[in-house]
């Protein structure tokens, strides 16, 4: 079963299982509430996986109504632990480097202390900690920088952006590792495949870089000048809730279990481009 079935990465999983010929139960949040316990007890029996990719993911608005941020993020995950122990079925929840504080400048290691400056890493950082708590047959799998063809995010927005307006200021005091959904689906298939060791993982590309030169990758990609995009501060966007100076993951939880991290950003970028920014307006990636 995979919650969250209708976003970037649900989306993705759902299609790369299919594809290997799996049988999945696809839902969202007009199937299934999964802060509803009831519910949830009714609808995990007869899965021998459960994947929660569902979440609050509106990282501003949790500043100002953590509580419903909370019930997303920690007590669905909670609710979905405690029923996948109860019907015997592995738990795997998708996690976030909100949970630090970005202050850092070397990779963080799964084992690394919870230190989230924000609502929503609060409420992943609670999340995180109930599916330890509820179930030991359990995988969290952390990522961060995600983009995908399946929804909003940074490229599609940035390549809109470009064409749109002819230049823009992108930040670049923020370090991170852009993650494609297809290849974390694949990484997560690849645990459960794998029968990894209940515990931490992180799923985010090799390499890391800022928003400024990812912006510069994708218009490039775009057919585009990478001329267009200009560095500014953080100082610059001021947002309701604090952005990870510093969001760059260890990977060597995969590497102790022999597991290939996915590969560096850049080189996943490239594999993803013409997927990522297809049907754009004035984008015109090399296919």
């Given at each position: 079963?995979?919650?969250?079935?209708?976003g970037m990465?649900?989306?993705?999983?759902?299609?790369?299982?299919?594809?290997?010929?799996?049988?999945?139960t696809?839902?969202?949040?007009?199937?299934l509430?999964i802060?509803?316990?009831?519910?949830?007890?009714?609808a995990?029996?007869?899965?021998?996986?459960v994947?929660?990719?569902?979440?609050?993911?509106?990282?501003d608005?949790?500043e100002?109504?953590?509580?419903?941020?909370?019930?997303?993020?920690?007590?669905?995950?909670?609710?979905?632990?405690?029923?996948?122990?109860?019907?015997?079925a592995?738990?795997?929840?998708?996690?976030?480097?909100?949970?630090?504080?970005?202050r850092?400048?070397?990779?963080y290691?799964?084992?690394?202390?919870?230190?989230?400056s924000?609502?929503?890493?609060?409420?992943?950082?609670?999340?995180?900690w109930?599916?330890r708590?509820?179930t030991?047959?359990?995988?969290v799998?952390?990522?961060?920088?995600?983009?995908g063809?399946?929804?909003?995010?940074?490229?599609?927005?940035?390549?809109?952006?470009?064409?749109?307006?002819?230049?823009?200021?992108?930040?670049?005091?923020?370090?991170?590792?852009p993650?494609?959904?297809?290849?974390?689906?694949?990484?997560?298939?690849?645990?459960?495949?794998h029968?990894?060791?209940s515990?931490?993982?992180?799923?985010t590309?090799?390499?890391?870089?800022?928003?400024?030169?990812?912006a510069?990758?994708?218009?490039?990609a775009?057919?585009m000048?990478?001329?267009?995009v200009?560095p500014?501060?953080?100082?610059?966007?001021v947002?309701?809730?604090?952005?990870?100076?510093?969001?760059?993951?260890?990977?060597?939880?995969?590497?102790?279990?022999?597991?290939?991290?996915?590969?560096?950003w850049?080189?996943?970028?490239?594999a993803?481009?013409?997927?990522?920014?297809?049907?754009?307006?004035?984008?015109?990636?090399?296919?």
């Amino acid at each position: 079963m995979v919650t969250g079935a209708r976003g970037m990465l649900g989306q993705d999983l759902v299609r790369h299982l299919q594809d290997r010929g799996e049988g999945v139960t696809a839902v969202d949040r007009e199937h299934l509430d999964i802060t509803d316990e009831t519910a949830v007890r009714a609808a995990v029996p007869g899965h021998d996986v459960v994947v929660n990719c569902a979440a609050w993911t509106a990282v501003d608005d949790a500043e100002s109504d953590e509580a419903a941020a909370f019930a997303v993020n920690a007590v669905g995950p909670q609710l979905l632990a405690r029923a996948a122990r109860a019907g015997g079925a592995r738990m795997v929840h998708i996690s976030t480097d909100y949970v630090f504080d970005g202050r850092g400048s070397t990779p963080y290691p799964e084992g690394a202390a919870a230190a989230p400056s924000s609502a929503y890493g609060r409420t992943k950082a609670a999340g995180e900690w109930a599916v330890r708590a509820e179930t030991p047959d359990h995988l969290v799998v952390r990522t961060a920088w995600l983009y995908g063809a399946g929804g909003a995010c940074f490229p599609r927005t940035i390549a809109r952006a470009a064409a749109e307006r002819g230049s823009l200021q992108v930040i670049d005091d923020q370090r991170g590792q852009p993650t494609w959904t297809r290849d974390l689906a694949a990484l997560v298939v690849g645990l459960v495949d794998h029968d990894a060791p209940s515990g931490t993982y992180h799923g985010t590309a090799s390499g890391e870089t800022t928003w400024f030169a990812f912006a510069r990758a994708v218009v490039a990609a775009a057919g585009m000048s990478p001329d267009l995009v200009s560095p500014t501060t953080s100082d610059v966007y001021v947002r309701p809730a604090p952005r990870p100076a510093y969001s760059v993951l260890g990977h060597e939880a995969l590497e102790r279990i022999g597991l290939e991290p996915i590969a560096d950003w850049r080189h996943r970028w490239a594999a993803a481009a013409a997927d990522v920014l297809h049907g754009l307006t004035g984008a015109h990636p090399a296919s």
